[in-house]
């Protein structure tokens, strides 16, 4: 099984920190790097991201099976079609001091549970995870998200 093209061409083409980026999903725009850095970096962001993804493979090995037996082969054709793609945006964004490097990682693991899910949903109508949904349109907008707190995602 591989991601879709539809969501390679999608994620790839991601324009991270640009301007002009309204939403409906509720945020906080963390005004500082350092402070984006922290949050981004933090094990209460990681274990939150972790506990979304738990919760989605858990309904995916309750309800369908087979397409949970797919997670690593989807997991390894993200990694070979989009996330060189993606690195290399980010790099730049290195370059340009508009994110650190610590930041990568999690961006990166963001990305890949993005491809999987909306590949995954596209094959079964009845996943849903809203999470997984906002992280998506928050990335597509050019923002970075880095937290969650009271209801809100922060972004960069």
């Known amino acids: 099984m591989k991601i879709i093209s ?16 309204k939403t409906n999903i509720p945020i906080i725009e963390l005004d500082k790097l350092s402070i984006a850095e922290k949050n981004i970096t933090s094990l209460k962001w990681e274990n939150f991201v972790l506990e979304q993804r738990g919760d989605l493979t858990a309904y995916l090995l309750k309800n369908e099976r087979e397409i949970f037996k797919k997670w690593n082969e989807l997991s390894r ?45 596209n094959e079964c109508l009845n996943v849903n995870s809203p999470f997984f949904d906002d992280l998506y349109t928050l990335y597509r907008l050019g923002y970075i998200p880095c937290g969650y707190a009271k209801g809100k995602y922060k972004v960069l």
Not at 103 to 120: C, G, K
């Open 6 to 21: 539809e969501v390679v061409d999608n994620l790839t083409s991601i324009k991270l920190l640009v301007n002009s980026r």
């Open 77 to 121: 054709d993200a990694k070979e079609r989009i996330i060189p793609i993606v690195t290399k945006k980010l790099f730049a964004l290195v370059e340009e001091k508009k994110i650190f490097e610590s930041m990568i990682p999690q961006i990166r693991f963001d990305i890949i549970n993005i491809s999987i899910y909306l590949t995954i949903k």
